[in-house]
Every structure is written in structure tokens, then in C-alpha cells.
């Protein structure tokens, strides 16, 4: 008796009346809940309410001032999982860890994760109050959190992601069961989207610990996290969950792919950003700087694909001083699913062009399945040809085999070329721990997709195509998913720094060739074209092009001779 | 008086009777040289003969590259080749040059814009390879692509829809 009368000391009056129990002390505060809670009910995407009547833990909404608070952090949850269907959360639960909280009465479910101790909370900014009275309970979410303050607002363009994955840190704290299904709600898609790069490296780290258990739950989460985003962040997050997943699952993609669609894939990716423009007239420069004085070149095309480098070489040959040098291609491909010779089409198509600007053309095709089955021999090297070889994109797939990339430079050795022109992915994506692969990946894609995203806007009537769009990010897609999913001798997307590749290299025999100011500026101005031009930088390092977007590069050309 | 003003305009009736800018093709070659695409593309409209003249490639080899000197050597079999100094205009030279005026609106010297411009012509002829490339003998580009407009070229969609003069 005493003690009850002790706890309804200082309550309001006319709340009591209603049942609800508010000590006066304490009305600023629950007003500002009030509003908190408003604003967050109204800006649930989903049909998030519906979740609220769900089977849920039951505490005494009489209590208003606690009761907001649960219901505040109960719309505004930290990444939890729909568990409905999970046999396993039997035995344990994910939440987050609090951190000096002072409302700390509830049960605290707090579990064997890895989660970063500075996950964010979502404070409802009470934007427009209220004056209505809160609706007539429903069950309240059984989930009550105090959190910190989201710190200070970071830039959509995921930049915030080398401060946010230093701060990860792993606690280990133990698990105590809970009854009842607890779903998400989204609101505010700034702290999500920090909260979703915190999933994904979770549940990275996860997988990297084999307890898929959990990488599963993460998972899922991801998956509800990402929709909640826009533009580029979505896309990446989707496709990495999807990548995780496989992993998890795993449900390996097919390998090999089909080079016909891969080949689309890729024309698609040619025309929508500047990457393997670049790439192509940058390399372009620096054989035809080799090629000069030369009157029979034989250039070998290790990435033939469709031919689309090839062209403007044979331009810039047919208009120097002196005329056009005979011209012999040798390309290498990769066996085609159907029966058509696809290389020969190619060439001939390639032929054709070089009839019409009147240079001597030679060509022929080799079906490879892997560069390492080439022998210097079959390229039947004539005397007094100047050789060069090229390579986009195609080297660091022979890392996936050891020793392949060795033979394959002995090789290159074999035919002295004059120029070996290399561009490759400036990243590494090769490392032995799996979650460093996929922290740097997560840092690389996101920045190509960044800079994908501003090729469709900006000009005029939108003329890189959605379809264009779709069909390039499918096609960085497929890389993602080949590096975070796959292992050994499948994971041929296992790109490497262009201080790595120097390293090889100089270790092979070969010594670099400078890349002359000519091709600096063509890279310069054929970027200055683009819609997204002024994210795009070229830079000159020691001799080689890198192309970055903003202050991240992305791919680098480089030139080497036998030394 | 009176008389003195007749006589007068009588006198200029007969002039301009007498003069038609179209009996001297030579000068109206030169004139039309003289004019950029747009006012070109006006001139078209006037008559046939206009319309004929305008077509006529050499008229645009000296668009493209009138500021250029010298103008680059044995580039016009293969321009004409791939289709032409027009096309090479309008698909390439000029989106080119006005983006890249866009990006140099700080005001460069003319000393400066000679050498850049055969950068970028030299650019635009790559592009134009390309684009014959893609367009004619990889028919399309890509497959499965609906191209509304046959002049757009897939891998050049990053440059402005060029008029089709």
C-alpha cells in the first residue's frame, strides 16, 4: 500500500484520469516523445505499423513516459531480423550493444555478435507536433534501446566509409533468449545507410569466421536495409548481399560465364562511362608512340572481345607522316558456347574497316581457353615486325592458377615486343584474409558505381539509357560477385595495385615505358566529354595514366619493354 | 526633283536586276565557307542550288578544320571514307569543340586554343572511328538495342545529340 501510494506521488492528475501515469516532473519530456513518436509513425516507408500488432513481449503502456521510449526505439531498431522463420534463434539473438545507457531496465537482449559498439540511433526530429494524444496502445516492441547520437552526418557518397570501418570494433557479449518475433521499420535513410555498410561488414566478418549462422541473419538484413536507399548506394549493397549470400549459401555462380553475354555486357559498359574508353585510347597512344618509324607492326590482343580498340589505332596509323605501316593482328579469345567463330568475325569485320581507310591488315584468331595454354610459337612472328602486346583486364584472371602468370610473361618475353601495354583494375582485391578482399571491394564498387550514377544524369535527353545503365551495372555486378563469392581457381576477378603489378613486372624482365604527355591530354580531354566530367581525374604516375573517380583511382595504364 | 528620284531608282532597279549573287557560284562558295553549321543549315533552306552547295562536303572539311593550321594532311580519304566531313562534324567535331569550350570558359589564350584544337581534332577523328565502327559494321552495337535515331551512334550517346544539318 505504502509503496504504491510512494510511485503515484508527483503523477499527473488529469493523465491518471485517462489510466496513464506521467509524474509531472517529467511532461516536457514526454511531450517531446509524443512528437518523436508521431514523426517517426508518419515517415514509416512499409507498412511498418502493421508490424506493431504483431505477437510481441506486452509491457504496461500505463507507464507513458517508458512506453514512448519503447515504442520510439521500437520503430527505430537497430539491425534485427525478421526471425520468424529461423530455426536457430532458439538458442541465440542479435541486438546491439548498449553503451551507458541510463534507462536500462527492460531486458536487454544482447547477443554473440560482432556488431560495432558505435551503431547510431535515430533521433525523431519533431518536426511538426502534434497536438493529438497518442493513439490507444498497440503492442509495443520489446526491444527497448538507448542510444547514442548519430555523429555528425557523413556524405551520401559512402565516403564515410574508412571512418566508419575504423570504428568497427568486435565485443563479445553473451546471449539471453527471447520470445517473440521482433521486424524492422525504416526511417531515415542517412543513418541507414551507415547502418547498412555496418551490416555488410558484419556480416562479412562473419562469414570470415564461418559462423554463417549469424552471416545469414546479417544477411537478410542487409537486404532490407538496402531498399530503403537510393541510386547508388542500393545497388552496391545489393549486389554485395546478393554476393554474401552466395558465399553463405553457397549457391557458387556458374562459371564460366557465357563470353557472348559477358562480351554484351561489356560493350554496354564501354558506352556508358569513360573506363574502357580511357583505357583503349591510352594504350592507343603509347603503341602507336612505339609503332613510329616502324613499317610492319604486328599488334597481339590478348582481351580481343569485339574489336573496339582497334579502330582508332588503325586511324591514327593511316593519318601519320609517312603513310600506314602493314598492319597484322593477332586476337585471343575465349571459346564461344555456339559454333560461330566469334574471333573471325571479328577480324573481319575489323578487315573490312581497314580496307576502307587503305592499310594493309592481316589477321588472325586463336581460341584459348586460359592465356597460359599460348606458346610464343604459335604467333609465328615474321622478321623485321615490330610487336606489340596488349592486355585490358585480362591479366589478373591468371592469378587465379599459380604459375600461369609467370609463363604467360616468359612468353610475352619470347616474342620481344617492343611495348607491352597492361591496363588493369587499381585495387587489390587478391588478399589471402577474405574480409580485407571485401572491405576493399565494398571502398571500389561503390566509387564505380558513384560515378556511374552521374552518367545517366546531367546531358540533355538522357542518352546513356537506362537499359545501358542496367546492363553496365550487371556487368560490375558479376564482378563483385565473382570476388566475394567465389575461391580458388574460380575467382579470376582477383585484381591487383599497380605497385603489385610493377613488382611482377620488374621481376619478369621487363622495365617501364613512360606514357608521353600526348596520351595525357587525349585521356583528359576524351574525359572532359563526359556527362560526369568534372568526378573524373587522370593522373600521371611515374609514367603510367591512372583514371579515378574524384579522389579515388580506378583503373591504370601502363607500358613496359623488355629491359 | 521628282524626275531626279526616278531616274535614280530606276537606276537601282536595273543593278539589282542585273546582279544575282547566284550566277557567281565562286563567291558564294566563299560566303558560305565563311558561316557556321547553323547558318549553313538556314542557307540550305533558300533555294536547290543553296541546298546543293551546302551539301557539298568540301564546305564542311573547312568548318571542321578552319581553324586549324595547318590543316592536318591526308585526312580526307578517310574521312570521307567513313562517311564524310558532315557527319564528322555533326556527330563529332562539334559536340567536342563545344564541350570542351564549355569546360574552357576561363577565357584561354588563341595561341592556346590552335594547340588543343587538333587534340581535339585528332580525338574527334578516333571518335568518328568508332562510331563508323560500331555503326556499320557492328551493326548497331550490342544487340538488342532500339535506336530511334539512326545518325545516334551507341558508344558517342555521351556527346550531344548532334542536328542533323
Not at chain 1, 433 to 453: A, G, K, M, P, W
Request: proline content about 5%; hydrophobic content about 40%.
Amino acid at each position: 500500500m505504502w509503496s504504491c501510494e510512494a510511485e503515484d506521488a508527483g503523477v499527473d492528475e488529469l493523465f491518471a484520469v485517462l489510466g496513464y501515469k506521467v509524474k509531472s516532473s517529467d511532461m516536457a519530456e514526454v511531450a517531446q516523445k509524443i512528437e518523436q513518436l508521431e514523426e517517426v509513425m508518419g515517415s514509416v516507408q512499409q507498412d511498418g505499423l502493421s508490424q506493431l500488432a504483431s505477437e510481441t513481449v506486452h509491457y504496461n503502456p500505463s507507464d507513458l513516459s517508458s512506453w514512448l521510449e519503447s515504442m520510439i526505439s521500437g520503430l527505430n531498431p537497430m539491425p534485427e531480423f525478421d526471425s520468424s522463420s529461423d530455426p536457430f534463434l532458439e538458442s541465440s539473438t542479435i541486438t546491439t550493444i548498449d553503451n551507458g545507457s541510463s534507462v536500462n531496465s527492460r531486458a536487454q537482449m544482447v547477443a554473440d555478435s560482432d556488431f560495432g559498439s558505435d551503431l547510431i540511433s535515430i533521433p525523431g526530429k519533431a518536426i511538426y507536433p502534434r497536438t493529438q494524444p497518442p493513439a490507444p496502445p498497440p503492442q509495443p516492441q520489446p526491444q527497448p534501446q538507448q542510444q547514442q547520437q548519430p555523429p555528425a552526418k557523413k556524405p551520401k557518397t559512402l565516403s564515410y566509409l574508412g571512418n566508419s570501418v575504423a570504428n568497427l570494433q568486435s565485443e563479445r557479449v553473451f546471449a539471453r533468449p527471447v520470445e517473440s518475433t521482433r521486424s524492422v521499420v525504416l526511417v531515415d535513410s542517412q543513418e541507414n545507410g551507415i547502418r547498412l555498410v555496418h551490416t555488410l561488414m558484419a556480416c562479412a566478418e562473419a562469414v570470415q569466421q564461418e559462423n554463417f549462422k549469424l552471416a545469414e541473419a546479417l544477411v537478410k538484413n542487409v537486404g532490407f536495409l538496402a531498399v530503403s536507399q537510393a541510386g547508388a548506394m542500393r545497388k552496391v549493397a545489393t549486389y554485395f548481399a546478393e554476393a554474401l549470400a552466395r558465399r553463405i549459401y553457397r549457391l557458387y555462380p556458374t562459371n564460366p560465364q557465357d563470353p557472348a553475354f559477358t562480351d554484351l555486357l561489356q560493350m554496354h559498359f564501354y558506352e556508358t562511362c569513360p573506363y574502357l574508353k580511357f583505357a583503349h585510347f591510352t594504350a592507343n597512344q603509347a603503341i602507336l608512340e612505339a609503332f613510329a618509324g616502324k613499317n610492319r607492326v604486328h599488334v597481339i590482343d590478348f582481351s580481343m572481345k569485339q574489336g573496339m580498340q582497334w579502330p582508332a589505332l588503325l586511324q591514327a596509323l593511316a593519318l601519320r607522316p609517312g603513310g600506314p605501316p602493314s598492319f597484322r593482328l593477332t586476337g585471343i579469345g575465349p571459346p564461344s558456347n555456339d559454333n560461330t567463330d566469334h574471333l573471325q568475325e571479328v577480324g573481319w569485320k575489323l578487315a573490312k574497316f581497314a580496307e576502307t581507310i587503305n592499310v594493309e591488315f592481316e589477321y588472325r584468331g586463336f581460341v584459348a581457353t586460359s592465356l597460359a595454354d599460348l606458346n610464343a610459337a604459335m604467333f609465328d612472328i615474321r622478321e623485321g615486325e615490330t610487336v606489340a602486346v596488349n592486355s585490358i583486364f585480362e591479366l589478373h584472371q591468371l592469378l587465379a592458377r599459380p604459375g600461369a602468370i609467370e609463363k604467360v610473361l616468359q612468353v610475352v618475353r619470347e616474342l620481344k615486343p617492343e611495348i607491352l601495354t597492361v591496363v588493369e583494375q587499381e585495387a587489390n582485391h587478391n588478399g589471402n584474409v577474405f574480409l580485407e578482399r571485401f572491405t576493399e571491394s565494398l571502398h571500389y564498387y561503390s566509387t564505380l558505381f558513384d560515378s556511374l550514377e552521374s552518367c545517366g544524369a546531367g546531358n540533355c535527353d538522357a542518352l546513356v539509357s537506362d537499359q545501358d545503365k542496367v546492363m553496365s551495372e550487371v556487368y560490375l555486378g558479376r564482378q563483385i560477385c565473382n570476388v566475394v563469392a567465389c575461391e580458388g581457381v574460380d575467382r579470376i576477378e582477383r585484381h591487383e595495385t599497380l605497385t603489385q603489378w610493377r613488382v611482377r613486372f620488374g621481376s619478369a624482365g621487363f622495365g617501364p615505358v613512360h606514357l608521353g604527355s600526348n596520351a595525357y591530354k587525349q585521356a583528359s580531354m576524351l574525359l572532359a566529354l563526359f556527362a560526369g566530367g568534372d568526378g573524373y581525374r587522370v593522373e600521371e604516375n611515374n609514367g603510367c595514366l591512372m583514371l579515378g573517380w574524384h579522389t579515388r583511382t580506378l583503373i591504370a595504364t601502363s607500358a613496359w619493354k623488355l629491359s | 526633283m521628282v524626275q531626279l528620284n526616278e531616274i535614280v531608282d530606276n537606276a537601282k532597279a536595273e543593278k539589282r536586276a542585273k546582279f544575282c549573287i547566284n550566277d557567281h557560284m565562286d563567291v558564294l562558295i566563299e560566303i558560305l565557307k565563311r558561316l557556321d553549321d547553323r547558318s549553313i543549315g538556314v542557307a540550305a533552306c533558300v533555294c536547290r542550288l543553296w541546298c546543293a552547295l551546302t551539301r557539298n562536303d568540301a564546305l564542311w572539311e573547312h568548318l571542321c578544320f578552319r581553324h586549324l593550321s595547318p590543316p592536318p594532311q591526308g585526312v580526307r580519304t578517310v574521312v570521307v571514307a567513313l562517311g564524310g566531313y558532315r557527319r564528322l562534324y555533326t556527330v563529332c567535331v562539334k559536340p567536342v569543340l563545344s564541350r570542351l569550350e564549355k569546360m574552357r570558359a576561363g577565357g584561354a589564350a588563341e595561341w592556346e586554343r590552335r594547340v588543343w584544337t587538333r587534340h581535339e581534332v585528332e580525338l574527334s577523328l578516333s571518335l568518328f572511328c568508332v562510331d563508323y565502327y560500331e555503326r556499320v559494321l557492328l551493326g548497331g552495337g550490342g544487340g538488342g538495342r532500339v535506336s530511334g535515331d539512326a545518325a545516334a551512334p551507341s558508344s558517342l550517346m555521351f556527346l550531344c545529340k548532334a542536328v542533323n544539318v
